[in-house]
Structures are given as structure tokens and as C-alpha cells.
């Protein structure tokens, strides 16, 4: 446990780019159809011990470690319904609104639609040589989400009447270990 609480926060977001709720809205229904099927790996990011995020071009994304060298190695417990968090690449630019997209701390920031109603828990998908399923652990906005981007950030990720579009994200776990890497397919195997 002490290990954990060395960790350090991570990087602060800016007040000044919080946008309001209308203009999330608005902004979602700009967005044209996320891919259904097959999208592809649009950022990695891993979380070191110190704060710092780390954007690999490639990992080998492994059933022991998931994304090898991320902060979910080295908190105990290893919650392997949790050991990939993963976000719409679209949705998280027009969160953070001109912020480095690894702010939000989410392993992998994808070009495909991880609703619930397109990836149901136990979807297993193929991301790049890897494959991973979708957990149920839900992914919900906390206190550093709503720091770094604000309350409305993370009453348009929460709202009740949008909620199964994970707009937060959700979490895989992998199931074969396989290199994965910016701009590599993604493909839904199974739902």
C-alpha cells in the first residue's frame, strides 16, 4: 500500500479549457458514427510512478501486466477487470478541448464504438496481435476526471440517458498476450 500512495497524481488539466455542458452536447452530435466492427489503436499511454505518461508507438499488451510498465502493475490489487482502461479517441478530444489527450489516463484511445450496445460485457476483440474482452467493471468519472476537465465534463460522461454509450470508457482484460501499436487494427471477434 505504500507503494501506492507514492505514486504521484499525474498531470493537472486546465480550467480554463473545461467546456460547458451545452457545448458538449452539441459537440457529440457533430460527431459522425464511431466504426462498429473494425476501428483501429489511435494512442497508447502508460501511467508511470512518478506522474509522467509515456505515448509508446507499440506494447506487447500481456495477460500478467496488461500494458506493461502502466500504474494497474503496481496497485495492489491487480483487478484484472481493470487492467485496460479505454476510451473513444473522438469523444476524449472534444472532452478535453485542446488538452494532450493523455491527460485522461486511459491505456488505450481508440477509433471504435465501445457502447454497450456494440461491445456487451465478454466482447473479445483482436487489437493488433492481442486479444482482449470486455470486463463489467464500469468506468466512471472521479475526482481527477472532473479536476482535469470539469463538473460538466463529468455530468456528460455520467448522465443517466447516455450512460450505456460509455462515454467515459470502459475496461478490457487481455486474454493473448500480442504487440499492439498506434494506428493498428482493431477488430471485434465476438460479441
Not at 72 to 83: C, F, I, L, N, S
Not at 102 to 109: E, S
Request: with cysteine.
Amino acid at each position: 500500500m505504500a507503494e501506492l500512495q507514492a505514486e504521484a497524481y499525474g498531470p493537472e488539466g486546465d480550467a480554463g479549457a473545461h467546456r460547458k455542458l451545452a457545448d458538449l452536447e452539441a459537440g457529440l452530435r457533430a460527431l459522425p458514427p464511431a466504426p462498429r466492427d473494425a476501428g483501429r489503436v489511435a494512442l497508447l499511454v502508460r501511467r508511470r510512478a512518478d506522474g509522467v505518461r509515456e505515448r509508446p508507438d507499440r506494447v506487447v499488451l500481456t495477460p500478467g501486466d496488461g500494458l506493461p510498465g502502466d500504474g494497474w502493475a503496481r496497485r495492489p490489487p491487480r483487478d484484472p477487470e481493470a487492467q485496460l482502461a479505454v476510451m473513444r479517441r473522438d469523444v476524449a478530444e472534444l472532452i478535453a478541448n485542446g488538452q494532450p489527450l493523455d491527460l485522461f489516463g486511459d491505456n488505450l484511445l481508440v477509433d471504435l464504438d465501445i457502447s454497450a450496445g456494440n461491445l456487451p460485457l465478454g466482447t473479445r476483440l483482436r487489437v493488433g496481435a492481442a486479444t482482449v474482452e470486455v470486463t463489467a467493471k464500469p468506468h466512471n468519472g472521479c475526482r481527477k476526471f472532473h479536476g482535469r476537465f470539469g463538473e460538466d465534463a463529468l455530468r456528460f460522461v455520467q448522465a443517466k440517458p447516455t450512460r450505456d454509450q460509455n462515454f467515459r470508457g470502459i475496461y478490457w482484460r487481455v486474454v493473448e498476450a500480442g504487440e499492439a501499436r498506434v494506428g493498428g487494427p482493431i477488430r471485434v471477434l465476438g460479441r
